[in-house]
């Protein structure tokens, strides 16, 4: 079921020497170079799955305003909340909180958090992501209103290659990495992570200690 499969079929196709429409020449360039940045996608994801699990990815770490960086996320990410008709309310107990984190990993970890939010959450028209202080931690909050994960799917959603039943089309479907990268992050920064679904919302919960 690897994308590169209708990659070799279409090419071949359009190599086979058959008088084909100009527009189905199109439609078939299209759908390969679709496919092939599906497929490069996996194996970035693959690589920085890996890189994670086993510890090859050093981390250079500095301060971080944790609460500032979620806003440039969602910044970053308007142009897929217009795509989606969706609205992003984005709300704040604290307005900084320093963590000591790598930047970029830290960042790459909630790009898959908000991308979840929005691949699943679409028809549920709002996401919500809210920051508190809970003691000595930062609460990072991603909720949506969309598609809810079955009970007996909770345990497993942060395992590689794990995708709930209904995601496994390819309209919605991504590589089963995005969540386990997150988590793997997550967790080399110290922290923890959470998910619950239920017929209210689906809210994942991300704890980071706060530097001293």
Same mark, same amino acid.
């Given at each position: 079921r690897t994308p590169l499969t209708s990659i070799i079929g279409y090419l071949d196709i359009l190599n086979s020497g058959a008088q084909l429409p100009p527009e189905n020449q199109r439609k078939y360039l299209q759908i390969a170079y679709e496919k092939s940045k599906r497929l490069e996608k996996l194996i970035n994801d693959l690589f920085s799955f890996t890189k994670l699990e086993y510890g090859n990815?050093?981390?250079k770490t500095s301060l971080i305003d944790i609460v500032k960086l979620i806003e440039q996320q969602i910044d970053e990410f308007y142009p897929s909340f217009e795509e989606y008709n969706l609205v992003c309310e984005f709300k704040t107990y604290t307005p900084s909180a320093m963590v000591l984190a790598d930047g970029e990993m830290i960042a790459r970890a909630f790009e898959n958090l908000i991308s979840n939010a929005i691949k699943y959450g679409k028809d549920g028209k709002v996401i919500k992501i809210v920051t508190k202080r809970e003691g000595d931690e930062i609460k990072i909050t991603i909720i949506n209103y969309g598609t809810i994960i079955p009970k007996e799917d909770i345990p497993y959603i942060f395992d590689r290659f794990y995708r709930v039943e209904q995601s496994r089309q390819e309209s919605t479907g991504g590589t089963g990495l995005?969540?386990? $990268? #997150?988590?793997? $992050?997550?967790e080399k920064h110290g922290?923890?992570?959470? #998910?619950?679904s239920s017929m209210a919302a689906t809210t994942f919960n991300v704890y980071l200690k706060i530097a001293k």
């Open positions: 990815m050093p981390m995005g969540l386990s $990268i #997150a988590k793997s $992050i997550v922290g923890r992570i959470e #998910a619950q």
